[in-house]
């Protein structure tokens, strides 16, 4: 069976449709649980123009379903208010004009109960189109079901970075306290670094085609690796606070041109969250991390997160090491003895955000969801305490451009040749 | 008597304590009675840097009492939350360091309930205070209660205005349907203006000394003025939109040369609030207005408001007027015969907001009340549909940047010579 | 006899046709040579954007005969280059389209010996009026020749303090090296302030109506004042170095608001041009300053320039004084005793410049040639080492934003009440 | 034979010393040669902060010998002015403070035969050093001598597009008009595009090693490539004109996200310097464009050059093609048929600049020659009309940020899969 053009070149889910709707009920559900420690005020604010209010992303995860599936494929469907396109519309061009990116915290209306039955409206249709469709519209359109699942859980994950970033300006440095609380998991001690082989030659890289993956992960291809050996762990804090210790944000011939700018215009000592002995707005004698459980003593073993790409590749330089590219990473993912792949932090890469050769973007308006963006970014690799557990895979490429620091980004080194 | 010092220059207000805690109650009550509207996230965003969040003017009216009154002023008080002293000081510099300013919409915590038991906690403070002070102490002190008062009637103000602007930054356009309706009275029709000769000669200008008064209306001091004619009334949305149609916005010449430069890089077509025939946001065959009661045609008779000085200036050139000077409105506030002097919108006058002779500002933290503010602003004289009822006075001397577009300001015509 | 209404409304000026031709020869050469120790390049570059070239200033001031005399006034002139007209009109919106102020810096073409050619041309164009023009047209035109060279002495004092600028900022700090130097007159000592008693009650203001006088100096009029007191000098650098040993710059409570953020955000803790101790541009033990003539220490008897309104304010203050008004300084300006009123630097004043009671801007292009510019500035009164000798009066208005700093101005003391 | 550690890494340069003391005279003298035509104005100004004064390039390039040749390599040899290596340092992080960039054009001082002075006295030492320097010393030092040549022909190309931007800057339009003219070569027609089959599976690129080669090309590595086709030529104006024509400029699907911010922002309508008929600026009826020898009407047989990456992108999207990685056309530039390779324009590839697999860069002050840049930049291959003849080779890596449209910039089309 050929796939319906309107779903734009996703490849079919296999499975039951009670499976796809009972993982639509799991998905929606947690989005909820995890705004529901924040107040109103809490979900409405922006700290930045990067970063977005907890209730936008409530709503802009069902104006998707309404425009993308609903809309285009449920004849009938009734929009729950067409005026609200426009205001979460994130960055889809062929889907109308939107509300100025900048101006998401200026959104005050409509209230939060609104959004609630907003989603419920949404959720309601989608259920109604998974009970009844026929069987060659549920063929065509449920791999749009599945991608706005994808894509909710995406946002899911920004939920917590950019609520933490909120609570970060305040001077009272409130913690989330979240309903399933994402923590760093503890380490007594920290094991050193084991130095893994990765393959040399020609490697395949990309999605394998089995369950989903977003078009920026193909075609599967060939590549081939120079002989490179990847660190089994992760950096952590306390490698990391040596870094600091030993003047690692005073060393211009540890950074890249950009990222030394940064340091000096913007004053960068350590990661976006860390706070010095004896800051004022929380003091103690020695360094902490305000996280979303609150600030906390840095935990020497746990991993280093909140980096930018700068200062990842100024500690790697200095531990005369490199960052792995995102193929040397892919690789390697599957070898025995890797830990910390995917649960603790995204690892930025040494691979600039290109397509993959032959790679074309889905069609139609989901077309915008990954190529566009596919320049001046960097690729991270993994997954990390935020990100809702299946969703990544050793295939995912995720990007940000190299100054990012608000998401939960560390990194793992590697080095040229044999061990 | 004489003053004690710690009272920094301010006059005893006449009057038995009783009234003053009839007012003190009043007032406070009022404030919340203005919020009462408006969601929590309503309250708690800030849609420009000049702008601040309902929350924050509820508490920092409250650490105004804090800060000036009652931890100086009262033996053992408790601050309600020492930490929030740095979050709810204004701009005051003798009173430590401050939350930045364009931040202050990012203040989620503490939330609004918390906010409403610190009200609650200063007010019974105060109420105490009032009520056992002795008599001594009272005669020192009073003074700042009814400052703190005026101050919160400012504030007052600025919930509206600053609301206003938050609300028509949301392409909903939603109305802010206030509990005591600040609406501008309609008129059946606009009456020719009457213009009504000013006094020439030496005139005795500012504070007469009866009731509060802040410093910058002090001293009452001699002017010397050249003969006059000021308009009886307003300038109405009828005539304003004469001067849009005129092409006033396209004409150079009608304008100073900073205003002119705003009116091309800003685009200014119109008052700020006005909605051009057929804009998308809220689609009419005419010109509407956006105001604290939604989207509505514009009232020909009713005042224009919603200027800047600069808007101000140019439709006063372009009338064959002029502004008045603060003085010549000042000397003319009691002549007979003319209207709309305190309730409809504040009037730009010709005046820079330069010290009056002799000016000596209060002492203290109450220093920086006034004084720094004394350059590069413009005085408007009146009062406007938000000024609190009896608030203002002849001699009272608001100022603004004269790009500032969001209060309730307006214009009236001045003219040399005799009539 | 009436004025020609092409002349603006700009008095004639009494005198024979020769005298004026006279001062015309005298003030074009002297534009010359200042301009005359520049290189080609250090009379191009613009170092800011309020300041502009040498060249610029040679070719505008030539510019304004051919826009304001010789176009509309001299039948059968030719313009030299008809396209430059768009490079090298200031701010004239009546006379079409200019070149952006801030790229007056790019005009490497037409090159310095064409702008020479542009000079003569204009010069040869102007001197043949002067000898052939009938009675009447010289009536009526000849106050705007005068203009002219008004407005070509202003040009001569920003020749200096523009260059001054741009020389500062080359790390090599190089001396302008005029062919007559504009030094600051070195006394062997400061004599302490003799405070002179100004007239209280009515005083008159304002233009005479003897000789030339811009538009903004009238109506001449009676303003109220109050008794004071005025300083007989200008306060020197070796007061000023006091007030910054004292922390003037770090104390908040002498500063007006806007003065203190400026202090903070462009680390002010000088005047502009001086140079700290063991500063590596210039390494010394003590204090220096550059100046047209380069680098040397600090004089402490002459008289402190290069404030802005700021600083001029906050010193006042420290010294328990405050600044005259323009009224006060005017007033005060031809009582005996009264020192350095117009050779040595502008004085800032506490008035902002406002229009004077009854003011008319000249009509036709001249009418943007002082009105527009009435809002947001400060008046300064006197005059500078820069000032070419004759050209400021008693009633004479300079005005400039209170943060600039690049004017050779400096401030006057006064105080209230009787001596 | 072992390098001495201070050439850092590059390779000796085989050839005698004589042949390398030849091409220092000659690539020396065609550096003053590009700047004759201009006048010393020209040569001084900075038109934006990516590009410098051609004074500037001037002394740099002769610091660049003394910084890394003369001063750490020839005992005894006496900088021309120690305070000049402040202001002719580039980025060297290693060698000092540096003058701002963007105050380049602020340098009036050193005049112009003063830079001119200081270029004969390094020729002067640099060969004598080449005459007598014995053999080790000559061994080891060389290279850094070979490099200088390099580094001077690649600030040879940014001599004319700098001050092509500069030139672009006045309302005159003035041309450059080079002695030996870089023009455009002129086809009498556009031969259609003949796609060349590049080669597949494992190919090897980077340098060589034979004759002079950038850190930023090594090591040669193995990469694989899936099939693909390029165009034997690059795309024409005409072919451009075409796109602008069917509103590529305002088609947001065909454009990378932050492309279409630019567009919208920056208003791109054309090619940097098209001028659009009618445009006041050069008025005429058709396409023009402005470049060193002035406007002239577009030719559309000629090369499109002045692009950004995101024009680039857009383009090739339009016509159903892509650009090639860096690799492909490395790869390609060897097969018959292969035209416009080196001596057109740059040709924008699909490659972010990231370092090669194992990349290391040069040590010492040379370390930050390039391989700190590599983040955020955009690899562009070929040659351009201002390229020296012979600087650039098939390995070569230029590389700009993505928006960057100042450099003789255009594409080459490339497609997947076999022809």
Not at 10 to 22: D, F, I, K, Q
Not at 116 to 128: D, G, K, L, P, S
Not at 278 to 285: E, I, K, V, Y
């Amino acid at each position: 069976m050929s796939l319906n053009p309107s779903t734009a070149g996703l490849r079919p889910v296999p499975g039951a449709r009670s499976a796809l709707a009972e993982r639509f009920a799991r998905v929606r559900a947690r989005t909820l649980a995890l705004a529901a420690p924040l107040s109103a005020e809490d979900q409405c604010v922006q700290s930045m123009p990067d970063a977005s209010p907890t209730k936008w992303h409530l709503a802009h995860t069902s104006w998707f379903f309404e425009a993308v599936v609903l809309g285009p494929h449920v004849p009938g469907y009734e929009a729950f208010e067409p005026r609200w396109h426009h205001l979460f519309n994130s960055y889809y061009e062929a889907l109308g004009p939107r509300h100025p990116r900048p101006q998401r915290g200026l959104l005050t209306r409509p209230l939060l109960p609104s959004v609630h039955r907003y989603r419920a409206h949404v959720e309601a249709a989608v259920e109604q189109f998974m009970a009844t469709a026929d069987d060659a519209t549920w063929d065509a359109v449920h791999p749009l079901l599945e991608l706005g699942l994808q894509h909710e859980e995406q946002h899911q994950e920004l939920i917590l970075t950019d609520i933490l970033h909120v609570l970060s300006c305040n001077p009272l440095l409130p913690a989330y306290e979240p309903l399933e609380q994402p923590a760093l998991r503890l380490a007594a001690s920290t094991p050193p670094v084991a130095w893994v082989q990765g393959p040399a030659g020609p490697v395949r890289i990309g999605h394998t085609g089995e369950g989903f993956g977003f078009d920026n992960e193909t075609p599967r291809h060939t590549v081939w690796l120079q002989p490179y050996r990847i660190a089994d762990r992760l950096v952590t804090c306390g490698e990391y606070a040596d870094f600091v210790e030993d003047g690692g944000y005073r060393t211009a011939s540890l950074w890249l041109s950009d990222g030394w700018a940064l340091v000096q215009s913007q004053q960068w000592q350590a990661p976006l969250y860390w706070i010095a002995p004896d800051n004022p707005r929380a003091p103690a004698s020695q360094w902490q991390v305000f996280g979303l459980d609150g600030v906390k003593p840095i935990d020497p073993h746990a991993p280093v997160t909140h980096l930018s790409f700068y200062e990842a590749a100024a500690f790697a330089e200095w531990a005369g090491a490199r960052l792995p590219t995102e193929a040397e990473w892919e690789a390697a993912s599957e070898l025995p003895g890797m830990r910390q792949l995917a649960d603790q932090a995204w690892q930025w890469t040494r691979s600039s955000y290109d397509p993959y050769p032959g790679y074309r973007p889905w069609t139609g308006a989901v077309a915008e969801y990954n190529g566009k963006f596919m320049v001046g970014q960097v690729v991270l690799r993994g997954g990390s305490v935020a990100t809702p557990p299946g969703h990544a895979r050793r295939s995912y490429r995720n990007f940000f451009p190299p100054a990012a620091r608000w998401q939960f980004s560390g990194l793992r080194l590697a080095k040229d040749g044999a061990c």
